[in-house]
């Protein structure tokens, strides 16, 4: 059965940092690329990070470029996303979720909620101060 399962999410003030874990069960790092998600109150659903699954390569959408960052531990099948210097418009819940159709490219997949057939339940990231 395939799970995922977010942890780490939580209040911090502006400038401050999180990590985000996703444990996954149900098949290995290297069977689909895993990418984070996040919806504010209002908003659509948008790709905030992605790593393929063969080769690790990695996709940031332009706004957490240079302040967040994707990897992953193969051996505990869990996937991180690091997020420093938070601003207040980072606030919104965090998906982490699996792409199933290995037909597109990392950038374009991250782009997309359509091609990631399962979702994690999903955490809670506000910063405020």
């Known amino acids: 059965q395939v799970q995922l399962v977010e942890s780490g999410g939580g209040l911090v003030q502006p400038g401050r940092s999180l990590r985000l874990s996703c444990e996954v069960s149900?098949?290995?790092?290297?069977?689909?690329?895993i990418g984070w998600f996040r919806q504010a109150p209002g908003k659509e659903r948008e790709g905030v990070s992605c790593?393929?699954?063969?080769?690790?390569?990695?996709y940031y959408t332009d706004s957490v470029k240079g302040r967040f960052t994707i990897s992953r531990d193969n051996a505990k099948n869990t996937v991180y996303l690091q997020m420093n210097s938070l601003r207040p418009e980072d606030t919104a819940v965090y998906y982490c979720?699996?792409?199933?159709?290995?037909?597109?490219?990392?950038?374009?997949?991250?782009?997309?909620?359509?091609?990631?057939?399962?979702w994690g339940q999903g955490t809670q990231v506000t910063v405020s101060s």
């Open positions: 979720a699996a792409d199933t159709t290995p037909i597109y490219t990392i950038q374009d997949s991250c782009r997309m909620t359509s091609p990631h057939d399962y």
């Open positions: 149900g098949f290995p790092l290297d069977y689909y690329a």
């Open positions: 790593m393929a699954n063969i080769d690790g390569s990695t």
